[in-house]
């Protein structure tokens, strides 16, 4: 297979096409850029799809450069946003920078990654330095894009600094003499000033891959940690599975497509087989690539037992009362749920068991002023269809 023709497997737009194929016809080896936000502490199976990408340039001979973005997150991506992104302090910033490598490199190669922290050169540069650099961009340019030009029409406001996050993440590309960048499709205009900012300079423009968005946990929106509709590279084995089983029948074949590379003639025949059975073999092949395969079959196991045969799983969180009562003789079911789950809040509990979607011991919890008294046998409490807990005595 030609290399371009591998490249282009699964990207929706590719902008320096010609020049990139020149660069390879004279043997160089690219340098191909991927930038990351550090924004929580966790990346998610929406990154997945560029570091996919970014993998295959790197097992293709060519330089993998991970751009931290500490100082970017200063800022906040105003990419898809209809508003301001709330702004993080450099000590938050760092706190899940430090998270981000080790997750990174189960995908990426860390022998063959080089890893740069805009900060760098963005620390050094006084207020003059950034008159200077904003004299590249327009104002009329800037609204241009999608989500500003959006944002102004209904006189939602636009910061300054925002306008200046792509002229930013293009000096990136400046400084690193980049031949090529990496995205998802929201992030077109941000790459497309870092051509800009390179022909302005004189230098060769990189080429823009932009590749798809997947949809997140909601089915609706993107996946993005901003709206809480995520996977983790760092979920649990149980909680992957849980999530990668609870993506609707329709959006599991962007995952098909975008997470393990199917075409469309493989997810075709896939189609054939019923959901259910199509569902847990992607739960499987994705759980198992970041634990293990055996830990992908327990939860195989664990799901078929809950689901299919309306059993109790074999492992749950205990929560012994004696640790949790704070010598209470009495507590809160929704504060015994929150200690002992993922879930996020008590609104979500909440709207759980008045939904009918929370039980005790078997039995329909329909209030949520609940409380579970000191028990003299464990109980049982489950929320929703994958949160299971134990109160133990």
Same mark, same amino acid.
């Given at each position: 297979?030609?290399?371009?023709?591998?490249?282009?497997?699964?990207?929706?737009?590719?902008?320096?096409?010609?020049?990139?194929?020149?660069?390879?016809?004279?043997?160089?080896?690219?340098?191909?850029?991927?930038?990351?936000?550090?924004?929580?502490?966790?990346?998610?199976?929406?990154?997945?799809?560029?570091?996919?990408?970014?993998? !295959?340039?790197?097992?293709?001979?060519? +330089?993998?450069?991970?751009?931290?973005?500490?100082?970017?997150?200063?800022?906040?991506?105003? @990419? %898809?946003?209809?508003?301001?992104?709330?702004?993080?302090?450099?000590?938050?910033?760092?706190?899940?920078?430090?998270?981000?490598?080790?997750?990174?490199?189960?995908?990426?190669?860390? !022998?063959?990654?080089?890893?740069?922290? /805009? *900060?760098?050169?963005?620390? !050094?540069?006084?207020?003059?330095?950034?008159?200077?650099?904003?004299?590249?961009?327009?104002?009329?340019?800037?609204?241009?894009?999608?989500?500003?030009?959006?944002?102004?029409?209904?006189?939602?406001?636009? @910061?300054?600094?925002?306008?200046?996050?792509?002229?930013?993440? %293009?000096?990136?590309?400046?400084?690193?003499?980049?031949?090529?960048?990496?995205?998802?499709?929201?992030?077109?205009?941000?790459?497309?000033?870092?051509?800009?900012?390179?022909?302005?300079? =004189?230098? @060769?423009?990189?080429?823009?891959?932009?590749?798809?968005?997947?949809?997140?946990?909601? %089915?609706?929106?993107?996946?993005?940690?901003?709206?809480?509709?995520?996977?983790?590279?760092?979920? @649990?084995? $149980?909680?992957?599975? %849980?999530?990668?089983? *609870?993506?609707?029948?329709?959006?599991?074949?962007?995952?098909?497509?975008?997470?393990?590379?199917?075409?469309?003639?493989?997810?075709?025949?896939?189609?054939?087989?019923?959901?259910?059975?199509?569902?847990?073999?992607?739960?499987?092949?994705?759980? =198992?690539?970041?634990?293990?395969?055996?830990?992908?079959?327990?939860?195989?196991?664990?799901? +078929?037992?809950?689901?299919? $045969?309306?059993?109790?799983?074999?492992?749950?969180?205990?929560?012994?009362?004696?640790?949790?009562?704070? /010598?209470?003789? *009495?507590?809160?079911?929704?504060?015994?749920?929150?200690?002992?789950?993922?879930?996020?809040?008590?609104?979500?509990? &909440?709207?759980?068991?008045?939904?009918?979607?929370?039980?005790?011991? =078997?039995?329909?919890?329909?209030?949520?002023?609940?409380?579970?008294?000191?028990?003299?046998?464990?109980?049982?409490?489950?929320?929703?269809? &994958?949160?299971?807990?134990?109160?133990?005595?």
């Amino acid at each position: 297979m030609d290399i371009i023709d591998k490249i282009s497997q699964g990207i929706e737009q590719i902008i320096g096409a010609d020049a990139l194929k020149e660069k390879l016809a004279d043997g160089k080896r690219l340098k191909v850029k991927l930038g990351v936000d550090p924004t929580r502490p966790d990346l998610t199976f929406g990154h997945l799809v560029v570091f996919k990408k970014l993998r !295959e340039f790197q097992d293709l001979g060519h +330089e993998a450069i991970l751009i931290i973005g500490d100082f970017t997150t200063l800022i906040g991506d105003p @990419s %898809g946003r209809s508003s301001t992104r709330p702004v993080l302090t450099k000590e938050e910033i760092k706190d899940n920078a430090t998270t981000y490598l080790d997750q990174a490199f189960k995908i990426l190669d860390k !022998e063959k990654t080089t890893v740069r922290y /805009n *900060s760098e050169w963005f620390n !050094e540069m006084n207020f003059l330095d950034c008159l200077h650099l904003t004299r590249k961009m327009t104002v009329a340019r800037m609204l241009e894009r999608d989500d500003f030009s959006k944002r102004h029409k209904e006189n939602t406001p636009i @910061s300054i600094i925002e306008f200046l996050y792509p002229l930013i993440q %293009g000096y990136d590309s400046l400084i690193l003499d980049a031949d090529v960048e990496i995205g998802g499709n929201d992030q077109l205009f941000n790459m497309l000033v870092g051509r800009a900012l390179q022909k302005d300079a =004189g230098k @060769s423009e990189q080429t823009v891959i932009t590749l798809p968005l997947l949809v997140g946990l909601d %089915g609706v929106r993107k996946m993005s940690k901003s709206y809480d509709n995520y996977i983790s590279f760092n979920d @649990s084995a $149980k909680d992957m599975f %849980g999530k990668i089983m *609870s993506v609707s029948d329709e959006g599991m074949w962007q995952y098909y497509k975008f997470l393990l590379s199917k075409t469309d003639e493989e997810v075709d025949v896939i189609k054939q087989d019923h959901p259910m059975a199509s569902k847990k073999a992607l739960a499987l092949t994705l759980t =198992g690539s970041f634990h293990s395969v055996e830990e992908a079959k327990h939860e195989l196991a664990q799901f +078929e037992q809950v689901f299919s $045969k309306n059993k109790i799983p074999d492992d749950m969180p205990e929560l012994a009362w004696a640790e949790i009562s704070n /010598n209470e003789t *009495s507590i809160p079911l929704v504060d015994i749920i929150l200690q002992g789950s993922a879930l996020s809040s008590k609104g979500e509990i &909440r709207r759980l068991i008045k939904q009918g979607a929370v039980k005790m011991n =078997g039995q329909k919890i329909s209030d949520a002023t609940t409380v579970l008294e000191k028990p003299t046998d464990d109980v049982i409490i489950q929320a929703g269809k &994958r949160v299971f807990v134990k109160v133990t005595n």
